[in-house]
T-cell receptor
Framework: DAGVIQSPRHEVTEMGQEVTLRCKPI?????LFWYRQTMMRGLELLIY????????DSGMPEDRFSAKMPNASFSTLKIQPSEPRDSAVYFC??????????FGSGTRLTVV | EDQVTQSPEALRLQEGESSSLNCSYT??????LFWYRQDPGKGPEFLFT???AGEEKEKERLKATLTKKESFLHITAPKPEDSATYLC???????????FGKGTTLSVSS
């Protein structure tokens, strides 16, 4: 298995633009998580899905953030409109019910 | 509220100088305590899961232990390649996501 695959690896965009981050989880995993990591706040959970259904989105900072999981092999995290304070590394991770999550390599987002 | 606190924030060791990292937690119904290693520019890499007090897991120079309130990651005779940020996370009630601490950044010099 190729692991959790995220794209793009790096994204630089202008304030106000729409940004879409993509994730392909490990086949067979039933949980998918989106995290954001910054120096100040560490690793923060944004939203997670179980069997493609959103379970907890209380970590999504504002209505500008949205996430979808249309099928078991694909998820997106969208920011519209983007702001400089959204600059961070965004990780996708997947897992089976009670096992340790496997993380992707992350997307480094810079909003200028 | 479930919470995870790691200490120290940063630790510098000489090669061969053993030490321990601490992870203190409060969680309702511990489902598991997880240790991860994160190298610069990469995603966290899973190391261990501990489920009950008294449990221990080992991998090369690393040993993780668990009590009812904290976990320790012991590093024996570290090498420069052990330099990384070590993250601790707890799983609470069934079906909830992991809660991560802010990590301990370990630097091992030769």
């Amino acid at each position: 298995d190729a692991g959790v695959i995220q794209s793009p690896r790096h994204e630089v965009t202008e304030m106000g633009q729409e940004v879409t981050l993509r994730c392909k989880p490990i086949s067979g995993h039933d949980y998918l998580f989106w995290y954001r990591q910054t120096m100040m706040r560490g690793l923060e959970l944004l939203i997670y899905f179980n069997n493609n259904v959103p379970i907890d989105d209380s970590g999504m900072p504002e209505d500008r953030f949205s996430a979808k999981m249309p099928n078991a092999s694909f998820s997106t995290l969208k920011i519209q409109p983007s702001e400089p304070r959204d600059s961070a590394v965004y990780f996708c991770a997947s897992s089976l019910y009670s096992t340790g999550s496997t993380f992707g390599s992350g997307t480094r987002l810079t909003v200028v | 509220e479930d919470q995870v606190t790691q200490s120290p924030e940063a630790l510098r060791l000489q090669e061969g100088e053993s030490s321990s990292l601490n992870c203190s937690y409060t969680v309702s119904g511990l489902r598991g305590l997880f240790w991860y290693r994160q190298d610069p520019g990469k995603g966290p890499e899973f190391l261990f899961t501990l489920y009950s007090a008294g449990e221990e897991k080992e991998k090369e120079r690393l040993k993780a232990t668990l009590t009812k309130k904290e976990s320790f990651l012991h590093i024996t005779a570290p090498k420069p390649e052990d330099s990384a940020t070590y993250l601790c996370a707890v799983g609470g009630q069934a079906g909830t996501a992991l809660i991560f601490g802010k990590g301990t950044t370990l630097s091992v010099s030769s």
